[in-house]
């Protein structure tokens, strides 16, 4: 196991195209985390799952945005309708209980 | 509201020189400080955390709960320091959502 795993990492998309993207926890993780990273800003918490469990959603997180774990392992993050404003670096990360959070490589969004 | 301010974007030194980069945080109940680190091309890394009481590569960090600080030191920077620095917390315990502050870019120059 190498770490957490995202996938694509750049996507660039028109706006109002729906993206979705995919994040893999180190594998005994059981908690899952999403954050969102624009330029000039520390990373912004987004969600985070225990198990399938969604237990947390920030306000940042519009009804366009919508976020999955259903089988406890593997997370997708769907924007739909994007805008110019969801260009950012999307990072997930991976915790086993309330252990240190390792980070993925992250996806960059470009809309366009 | 929690909050993490990180008040200053760059600090440039010079192999050798000390090091502290600052961190101060507002937030209503009992929190957990952090330090993630980012070098060029890698991905966001933890540094340390305050219940591990640790120094990692040299650097230490103390909370201070009367001054809401958790600033970074090191008394002799090396150039491999050169990264983005995070401060963070979370609820103490809970490892839930961690806040950040906007980041520092430490620069050592040889």
């Known amino acids: 196991d190498t770490g957490v795993s995202q996938d694509p990492r750049h996507k660039i998309t028109k706006r109002g195209q729906n993206v979705t993207f995919r994040c893999d926890p180190i594998?005994?993780?059981?908690?899952l985390y999403w954050y969102r990273q624009t330029l000039g800003q520390g990373p912004e918490f987004l969600t985070y799952?225990?198990?399938?469990?969604?237990?947390?959603k920030s306000r940042l997180l519009s009804d366009r945005f919508s976020a999955e774990r259903p089988k406890g392992s593997f997370s997708t993050l769907e924007i739909q309708r994007t805008e110019q404003g969801d260009s950012a670096m999307y990072l997930c990360?991976?915790?086993?209980?309330?252990?240190?959070?390792?980070f993925g490589p992250g996806t960059r969004l470009t809309v366009l | 509201a929690q909050r993490v301010t990180q008040p200053e974007k760059l600090l440039s030194v010079f192999k050798g020189a000390p090091v502290e980069l600052k961190c101060n945080y507002s937030?209503?109940?009992?929190?957990?400080l952090f330090w993630y680190v980012q070098y060029s091309r890698q991905r966001l890394q933890l540094l340390l955390r305050?219940?591990s009481r640790e120094s990692i590569k040299g650097f230490t960090a103390d909370l201070n709960k009367g001054e809401t600080s958790f600033h970074l030191k090191k008394p002799f920077a090396q150039e491999e320091d050169s990264a983005m620095y995070y401060c963070?917390?979370?609820?103490?315990?809970?490892?839930?959502?961690?806040?950040f502050g906007k980041g520092i870019t430490l620069s050592v120059r040889p």
């Open positions: 305050h219940i």
């Open positions: 937030y209503s109940g009992s929190p957990e």
């Open positions: 990360a991976s915790s086993l209980g309330v252990r240190e959070q390792f």
């Open positions: 963070a917390l979370s609820q103490a315990g809970a490892n839930s959502k961690l806040t």
């Open positions: 594998s005994e993780h059981n908690r």
């Open positions: 799952f225990q198990n399938e469990a969604q237990l947390e």
